[in-house]
């Protein structure tokens, strides 16, 4: 799994504060000082100061930014410039952050505020090269202790922006051999693209240069998994974990690690040490017992989980966590107590979770009991309850009392299009083509545009050989609002196909099962291919769609429909 960008550049905040600075290749040559004249402040410029000074006081700082730029523009001087940027920077403004750094270096071209500050608006600008210009001039001129407050800003950036500026940072790493950070940069870039040969390379060279270089080696073992290195990657951790007992760092790597690999008794040894080393950091408890649920270590999570409830640590939150804990362990009553105590926001969301347990373990007309009764206490969200019920009846196999949950439902709502659309599925699914039809009419006569409806209508006519041409255009019109929706591509790809097309049915096909190779994307890929006379790639796709999932009927009825056997 790829790390977050925040999460990588927060550990190279970590190692560019330990980096030692070697002797540095020259810069690229700065901009020389313009031969602007000496600053002199009118009284129109000293009148927008005053303006600014007295609208930050009153905290409209866009009105600040406003009259701070225009003098930063008329005076050029760099306090006042400084001031302007920093500002713009603060308001997230970052084209006009760029354009005032830019004056700014023009003054003071080895400011390390204004080529920091420059780089950081050029990352939100997209600009990865650009900002790898300017902290390259950072770095020439002010060593990696720079980085610090550079890297330190970018927690407050965008996931996107973030990999910009790793961008940025790994373009320096030939540049600057002996900086063992950027080699983890170049690592971190390359693992987000999937190079892992690429990313290891990067990180041996960063362990050359800083033996010592914890995140680098943690790295190291995590890229050892991921290439398929479980055992060895133990070890790298291990060694991490005991070299440095007391950070909490390593050993969290080495327990993603072990829960990854399935050793679920060792990593639960590593979070009660984890537990142990800081007994009074609550928040690092909830993050441990997370990890673990994620994990499928309920156990682990629950007695985590039980600890904080007792300490009062957000007790709506551990309960709903408990609940899931205990869900995961196969504790199915405990999990449905512990869902009925949650208050709160999530009060809502944890009783539908108890009524689909109860629904699961046999249990329904409890299930159907509360489901009506949170209908009361929530009118507003009346219609995604009964449809949510009516799933869970489908879920178990009883799609006429979904059908008849959602008719009493529609008698009360008849026009409710989310019922109407959700009774048309449910009646499809019982083959009642007439009732189906009627409510997705319906539906389109209320929203026309509503494309889960102009999708399942034409597909509903493409599947059994009608109206083709009205099929093929509200297909088209739902995939001109979602050109990417694997759903709707594979009905295109099916209405295309029933009329004949099969290079263009073909394509769309291929499409959707890129994006979502499910069993009946698979049968309909499968069945173009076979009628297109490529019966040895027809024969692979339906044998990985069996792969997956041995029970997939319409996989199986589409290969007893035209006589093939694998």
């Not at 009118?42 to 730029?69: F, I, M, N, P, W």
């Not at 700014?104 to 420059?118: G, H, I, K, M, Q």
């Not at 990657?233 to 072990?258: I, K, M």
């Not at 019982?430 to 409806?453: C, F, S, Y």
Request: some cysteine; hydrophobic content about 40%.
């Amino acid at each position: 799994m790829n790390a977050r960008p925040s999460l990588i550049v927060a550990a190279l905040l970590t190692l560019a504060g330990c980096a030692q600075t070697p002797p540095q290749p020259a810069p690229p040559p700065a901009p020389e000082p313009r031969d602007l004249p000496p600053i002199e402040y009118d009284g129109e410029t000293l009148g927008d100061l005053l303006v600014a000074e007295s609208a930050a006081q009153r905290q409209s700082l866009a009105v600040t930014l406003d009259y701070y730029g225009r003098a930063a523009q008329t005076t050029h001087d760099p306090e006042v410039i400084s001031q302007a940027t920093k500002l713009a920077t603060y308001l997230d403004q970052p084209e006009q952050a760029r354009q005032l750094a830019g004056l700014w270096l023009e003054r003071e071209p080895d400011n390390a505020d204004a080529l920091r500050l420059a780089a950081l608006a050029d990352i939100q600008l997209g600009d990865s090269d650009g900002a790898a210009g300017f902290i390259d001039r950072l770095l020439a001129g002010h060593g990696s202790d720079a980085l610090l407050p550079l890297v330190a800003e970018a927690s407050s950036l965008s996931d996107n922006d973030n990999q910009q500026l790793l961008k940025a940072l790994s373009q320096l790493a030939e540049r600057y051999p002996e900086q063992a950070p950027l080699w983890y940069a170049r690592a971190l870039d390359l693992r987000q693209q999937g190079d892992l040969p690429g990313a290891m390379k990067a990180v041996e060279h960063a362990l050359d240069q800083d033996p010592d270089h914890m995140e680098a080696a943690l790295l190291e073992a995590r890229l050892l998994f991921e290439s398929g290195e479980h055992e060895k990657a133990l070890r790298h951790a291990r060694a991490q974990v005991r070299a440095h007992p007391d950070n909490r760092r390593p050993r969290l790597a080495y327990v993603r690690l072990l829960l990854a690999a399935g050793h679920k008794d060792q990593a639960h040894e590593q979070l009660n040490i984890l537990a142990e080393q800081n007994p009074d950091d609550l928040d690092l408890r909830y993050s441990l017992a997370l990890i673990a649920l994620e994990a499928g270590a309920g156990e682990s999570a629950r007695s985590l989980l039980q600890d904080l409830l007792r300490r009062g640590y957000r007790p709506n939150e551990m309960r709903l966590r408990l609940a899931q804990a205990s869900e995961a362990a196969g504790d199915t009553d405990q999990a449905i107590d512990d869902y009925l105590k949650v208050k709160g926001p999530d009060a809502l969301e944890a009783q539908v979770q108890a009524a689909r347990l109860l629904y699961a373990s046999g249990r329904g007309d409890r299930g159907h009991a509360l489901i009506t009764s949170l209908t009361r206490q929530y009118p507003a969200r009346a219609d995604r309850l009964w449809i949510t019920e009516s799933e869970m009846r489908n879920a178990l196999g009883d799609p006429e009392g979904a059908l008849a949950l959602l008719n009493d439902a529609l008698e009360a709502d008849p026009d409710n299009p989310d019922l109407l659309y959700a009774r048309a599925m449910t009646a499809g699914s019982l083959g009642q083509n007439q009732r189906m039809e009627t409510d997705l009419k319906r539906v389109l006569e209320l929203h026309p545009d509503d494309a889960g409806a102009l999708n399942a209508l034409g597909y509903t006519w493409a599947d059994r050989g009608v109206h083709l041409d009205q099929a093929e255009a509200m297909i088209r019109r739902a995939l001109d609002q979602y050109p990417r929706d694997p759903a709707i591509l594979d009905s295109m790809g099916w209405v295309l196909y029933r009329q004949g097309r099969l290079d263009e049915a073909l394509d769309y096909l291929r499409r959707a099962h890129a994006l979502m190779p499910d069993p009946e994307v698979s049968a309909h890929l499968g069945e173009v291919l076979w009628a297109m006379g490529d019966e040895e790639s027809a024969r692979a796709v339906w044998s990985a769609a069996l792969a997956a999932q041995p029970d997939a009927t319409v996989v199986r009825d589409t290969l007893e429909r035209l006589e093939v056997t694998l």
